[in-house]
């Protein structure tokens, strides 16, 4: 594993995530956010789109790149709201590691109203996957991709 950036390493490989890789092209990568441990608290659906040059923000990319980027961030909110997902929250923070990783949150409908879009994936019943079924889960997932 690199000691420089947790992205790049999930990139690579040397970071394992749930399941692999949904989608990698030359430009962006998708794929389910890992929790390295305890590996039975990972959230559904959260998935990060990256792109895969070292790039701190949406500033940096190139036009290619947005475009990538963009186009990946729609086609998994779709595949999330075809899962049934019936909201995809898409966040931007970058505060912990200096790689753009976009946010897809996905809101379950057992979610309840009082329950906000920050707390979706921490609140008592919200949809947790151990390793084996988040794989499980980014299988079926991949599968609904018919863009
Ligand atoms: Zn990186």
New binding site residues.
Partial sequence: MSD?????DE?SGAVPVPGEHLETTDLVTVFQCPVLAPATDIYAGYLFVVPRR?VAGFSGLTDTEAAAVGLAIAHWSKALELAGAERVYVVRTGHA???LHVHLIPRWPETPKEVSWLHVDDWDGARRLDSADAAEFVSALRATRSF
């Fill in positions: 420089t950036c947790l992205v790049c990139i070292h590691v200096d790689h």
